[in-house]
């Protein structure tokens, strides 16, 4: 099977705009997570979508918002970007969604804000 | 509230030589555990992972773990690193309920030296 997929791998933005990034899970797997990593925060969880629904969020404002579709694949959008949110953003795929499943991880997409 | 704690930051061994690498954690019930590794450029791949049974987990590329309630440890050892062991290791907690969300530590960097 292939892994976890997220595109774009780079990205460089301006402050104030906005950005939109996209995760693949492995064919099959239902749940989707995203986590924020930093120097200084380390790995930070941002939110999990299970078929289609939020199911837990981490505490990030609400600059930062995402969505699953029908076929698991997720996005997440940054509006009004802050220096602050530069970071790797990484996704994770796991199949059920429980907590004893093995969340697998994508490369992450680097943001760079300008 | 959960949380995890890697008290190395960062860590030099001569290849060859053994490895342990901390965690701490705390949770009220029996914790799901896990060790992530992740090198330069990449996402994170899973090394080993325990729910309950055998206190020693055998993982991937030699690994293994040791949980210890009493001392609410579950440190990440191998017997003989080799040099592409460099990278840097998390440990991570998964949360009760039906939700994939993990809470890191920090992370411990390791380096090999020749």
């Known amino acids: 099977k292939a892994g976890v997929t997220q595109t774009p791998r780079y990205l460089i933005k301006t402050r104030g705009q906005q950005v939109t990034l996209s995760c693949s899970p492995i064919s099959g797997h239902r749940s989707v997570s995203w986590y924020q990593q930093t120097p200084g925060q380390g790995l930070q969880f941002l939110f999990e979508?299970?078929?289609?629904?939020?199911?837990n969020k981490g505490n990030f404002p609400g600059r930062f918002s995402g969505r699953q579709f029908s076929n698991s694949r997720s996005e997440m959008n940054v509006s009004t970007l802050e220096l602050g949110d530069s970071a790797l953003y990484l996704c994770?795929?796991?199949?059920?969604?429980?907590?004893?499943?093995?969340?697998?991880f994508g490369p992450g997409t680097r943001l760079t804000v300008l | 509230a959960q949380s995890v704690t890697q008290p190395d930051i960062h860590i030099t061994v001569s290849e060859g030589a053994s490895l342990e690498l901390r965690c701490n954690y705390s949770?009220?019930?029996?914790?799901?555990l896990f060790w992530y590794v992740q090198s330069p450029g990449q996402g994170l791949q899973l090394l080993l992972k325990?729910?309950?049974?055998?206190?020693l987990v055998q993982g991937i590329k030699g690994f293994e773990a040791e949980f210890k309630r009493s001392q609410s440890s579950f440190n990440l050892r191998k017997p003989s690193v080799h040099w592409s062991d460099a990278a840097e290791y998390f440990c991570?907690?998964?949360?009760?309920?039906?939700?994939?969300?993990?809470?890191f530590g920090q992370g411990t960097t390791l380096q090999v030296k020749p």
């Open positions: 949770y009220g019930a029996t914790p799901y």
């Open positions: 325990y729910f309950s049974g055998d206190t």
């Open positions: 994770a795929s796991g199949e059920g969604g429980a907590s004893t499943d093995t969340q697998y």
């Open positions: 979508y299970f078929s289609e629904t939020q199911r």
């Open positions: 991570a907690v998964g949360t009760s309920g039906n939700t994939g969300k993990l809470i």
